[in-house]
């Protein structure tokens, strides 16, 4: 992912949390969320389908096409 | 009696105890001695519950004097990480926020602890909250570790790492959100093991990050590790995440050994950039383990670049939420580094957090599978580097400590880190043995096999 996270979007991150931030602070964070983000989107590009409870899976192709009968 | 009492086993003390040779009075008393002879120096613990545990200690003097041994944590001196709640003490969390809170209770392994017999000498000194992996602290100051006080002990249950590495207490407890029960034992010359995630109860324990926070022992040998992880481990209703699985005694079988064990050896990301010190000893260890008739092999290690993104994605806006009102009301009173940390978690995306939950779940069938479904174990450095000076440690070396050790904690399988040797400066190198789910039994079995043919554990810093 190629997006810069910016000052100004981790000053709006730190609000929308409750926190304030001063110039400082907010130079320091810059650079960890871009990493952040980074990672994120090396998780975002995995192929990762459903994982989650079983009972919630949805029911392969072919019971599917059960129902519909065809 | 001999005058290193402090240096004895909990198994060696055991025996004794139930034989009735040796006192827990004793046994305490030594222990007291030693931390008022050294704590100033290594500022291992946070608060000494002296009083309490002598009148411990008589109190189990007289039961096993009336025959109610209860086994081998029965007088035994311990002491427990900071965020450890034990009724009636301040659980300051190493943190100005946490100052004047005391617990009202015992947390749940405090609890199991005192039902063994274990005398609790105190709470132990760790990084801010648990927050951080060198064991500095702007509030309580850095443990030191006992091989050189000059530098780091690890962290963060960095007291815990120095109290049993210098002979302060038998155990310590620890917890591991990526790294904070292994990372210091390694870099203290001592064993640590952090259990399969829900083996251990947390209740009663301050979270840093409830999806990883794995509670577990700091011991000066493996026997000892597997001694008390029997008496800690076991379901309580307390901790929502805590599992049902029964719990086999470890000491039964610790003897049997690693012959036609499968170790694989990560081919990549495990050590990359690794001390050549570091390298050297743990290349050795695995010529030691292959001698004692394991069966290594190397494997491709599956998302392992993905991973430390997503612990963080994890723990931080975990670590946040929790801390969230103390990082608006007194942002202040909050050490710097840990600061940052918790403002990185405060601007997570929750899409980036729940992304990350997803990806764990993946990468656990994907390991039991491709990983565990071929292999027995996982060996590989605990950390890339031995303890760095106190006054060079900074981000760089938190990497160096959590890159091989966090890996575990997302996985939730146990993962053990013995001594594995010294650097040529002198300071202690550890090996980390990982296994599947609930399969403690055989990590610490290949832990103690490899540990029964070195000598790194007998070894003692130069206090």
Redo the contacts between chains.
Sequence with gaps: MDQQITRED?RS??IR???S?SGE?LD??VP??Q??????A???A?E??Y??PASFRAPPLADVQGIHGN | MATDLHWLSIAEAAQLIERRELSPVDLVDACLERVEALDGRLNAFITVLADEARVDARGAADEIANGSYRGPLHGIPVALKDIFAVAGAPMTAGSLIFRDVVSEEDSEVTRRLRAAGAIVLGTLNLHEIALGATGINPHTGPARNPWNTGHITGGSSSGAGAAVAAGLCFAGMGTDTGGSIRIPAALCGIAGIKPTFGRVSRRGLLPLSWSLDHAGPLTRNVEDAAIVLQVIAGHDAGDPASSRADVPDYSATLGEGVRHRRIGVPDRYFDDGVDADVQAAFREALRQLEGLGAELSEFSPPHADEMPGALAAIMLPEAFTFHQSAMRERPEDIGEDVRYRLELGAAYPAAEYIQALRFREMLVETWREEVFGEIDLVATATTMVAARPIDQSDLSTTLSLIRNTNPFNLLGTPAISVPCGFTGDGLPVGLQLAGRWFDEATVLRAAYAYESVTDWNSRRPPL
Excluded: D, V
């Design positions: 981790a991150s730190l949390a409750g926190l931030a602070r320091r964070l960890g969320l990493i952040a983000r980074a990672a994120a090396a998780l975002a995995l990762m389908g994982s989650g």
